[in-house]
């Protein structure tokens, strides 16, 4: 819990921290410029206070690593919900309003997240998940975008590190394999995830895990 909110904190801050012109860079989501990946964490931060309000029966269906759906091709941009984020962000025609909407929405969902059993069971995406476990794979979600937000701005606020570590460690738990210790959390998070490619040295580094990867998850 304290690690979902110490990643979403950082995430916030990063994005408050942005130039105007910031906005109109490419982000390191394929396709997305930052704007646009700003207003993906809108939504997001939308999904977290709907599912803290939905309470569900039954035992877990899913847990913090086998929430994700797990492909092996990277997403094509067509999926409805990517063009609307696009159009979306579009929208909001001033990033101001867009750093307005993410910190008002984003604070009421950490504060939700702050005030909630980690026992209790929500349902989300038709699934069954504890609370800990759905807000788990935020630390996830929040560390990625994170990286994405900053893989043009050099100059921006990194993840931070027990974000990184603890994100790294649920990949390598999905991939049922280590990455080599010569690879920084942050390297292992945007090779794993295909989010860039590796260089000779590093395949050469990874073994067989290269055949594995990467994997996208969504």
Do not use: N
């Given at each position: 819990m304290?690690?979902?909110s110490?990643?979403?904190?950082?995430?916030r801050a990063?994005?408050a921290d942005l130039?105007?012109?910031?906005?109109a860079?490419?982000?390191g989501?394929?396709?997305?410029?930052v704007?646009?990946?700003?207003?993906?964490?809108?939504i997001?931060?939308?999904?977290?206070l709907?599912?803290?309000?939905?309470?569900a029966d039954g035992?877990p269906?899913?847990?913090?690593?086998t929430?994700?759906e797990?492909s092996?091709?990277p997403?094509?941009?067509d999926?409805?919900l990517?063009?609307l984020?696009?159009r979306?962000?579009?929208?909001?025609?001033e990033?101001?309003?867009?750093?307005?909407?993410?910190?008002?929405v984003g604070?009421a969902a950490?504060?939700?997240?702050?005030l909630?059993?980690?026992?209790l069971r929500?349902?989300?995406?038709?699934?069954v998940?504890?609370v800990?476990?759905?807000?788990?794979?935020y630390?996830?979600?929040?560390t990625l975008?994170?990286?994405?937000l900053?893989a043009?701005l050099?100059d921006a606020?990194?993840p931070?590190?027990?974000?990184?570590a603890?994100?790294?460690?649920?990949?390598?738990?999905?991939?049922?394999?280590a990455?080599p210790?010569?690879?920084?959390?942050?390297?292992?998070?945007?090779?794993?995830?295909?989010r860039?490619a590796?260089t000779?040295?590093?395949?050469a580094e990874l073994?067989?895990?290269a055949s594995?990867?990467?994997?996208y998850?969504?």
């Open positions: 304290d690690l979902f110490r990643s979403w904190t950082a995430l990063a994005v130039a105007d012109e910031d906005f860079r490419p982000s989501c394929t396709g997305w410029l704007r646009d990946l700003v207003c993906h964490l809108v997001d931060a939308q999904d977290v709907i599912t803290l309000a939905t309470p035992e269906t899913r847990d913090a690593l929430y994700w797990i092996d091709t997403p094509t941009g999926d409805p990517d063009a984020t696009v979306l962000a579009a929208a909001y025609g990033p101001h309003l867009l750093k307005f909407h993410l910190d008002d604070s950490g504060r939700a997240a702050e909630a059993d980690p026992g929500v349902g989300t995406r038709g699934e998940l504890t800990g476990d759905y807000l788990s794979t630390v996830m979600e929040w975008h994170h990286l994405d900053i043009h050099p606020a990194p931070p590190a027990e974000g990184l603890r994100s790294r460690e649920m990949l390598e738990q999905i991939t049922g394999s990455f210790p010569s690879f920084s959390d942050a390297d292992a998070l945007l090779v794993g995830t295909g860039r590796p000779a040295a590093e395949e073994g067989d895990l594995k990867l990467p994997i998850l969504g």
